[in-house]
T-cell receptor
């Protein structure tokens, strides 16, 4: 399978614990995005990378959240001191920046986080 | 700023009937428009997109949508519903000048009645 992969698929944690999610984009995709999807809502943009550079962060991304893409390949999203409100599906997507005006984002299956 | 409104969080149609999922958008610049489908415990799959050119766009699984600028709409249709179409559908918009951020609607869950 050469699509976007995310690990773990499910994570249950207690409030106050730290969690880290991983996203492996499609090979050679230089853009990588993180979205959060809460119950009954559409995905909301969190942040995105072009290669290893983090180019934009949403206001939704509080200082408890940090994302990295150290070598321009896989990315990690860490949540420190988790709160019950962090319970959501965290989606990763990737795309390849080309000279075309539109570059499709391909989504992974997501990591479902439950904070007890 | 851009936004998307999907009318109806749940829509039920009989198998073989017409599917119509409504979407209206708001954008201060020419938009890119999308429909995504999400099956349970799976990621999002792109059904179809409008970027430029023909306003009637055809997607996978027999779905199509028409961009109507005057009505700021991008409704999704399928002539004949199939049981396998039961899923959550998201309308989305992005800025044609910067396709790096997609703004999604809240979604419409499509139920197919036998």
């Amino acid at each position: 399978d050469t699509g976007v992969s995310q690990d773990p698929r499910h994570k249950i944690t207690k409030r106050g614990q730290n969690v880290t999610f991983r996203c492996d984009p499609i090979s050679e995709h230089n853009r990588l995005y993180w979205y959060r999807q809460t119950l009954g809502q559409g995905p909301e943009f969190l942040t995105y990378f072009q290669n290893e550079a983090q180019l934009e962060k949403s206001r939704l991304l509080s200082d408890r959240f940090s994302a990295e893409r150290p070598k321009g390949s896989f990315s990690t999203l860490e949540i420190q001191r988790t709160e019950q409100g962090d319970s959501a599906m965290y989606l990763c997507a990737s795309s390849v920046l080309t000279g075309r005006t539109y570059n499709e984002q391909f989504f992974g299956p997501g990591t479902r986080l439950t904070v007890l | 700023a851009q936004s998307v409104t999907q009318l109806g969080s749940h829509v039920s149609v009989s198998e073989g009937a017409l599917v119509l999922l409504r979407c209206n958008y708001s954008s201060s610049v020419p938009p890119y428009l999308f429909w995504y489908v999400q099956y349970p415990n799976q990621g999002l799959q792109l059904l179809l997109k409008y970027t430029t050119g023909a306003t009637l766009v055809k997607g996978i699984n027999g779905f199509e949508a028409e961009f109507k600028k005057s009505e700021t709409s991008f409704h999704l249709t399928k002539p004949s519903a199939h049981m396998s179409d039961a899923a959550e559908y998201f309308c989305a918009v992005s800025d044609m000048n910067r396709d790096d951020k997609i703004i999604f609607g809240k979604g419409t869950r499509l139920h197919i009645l036998p």
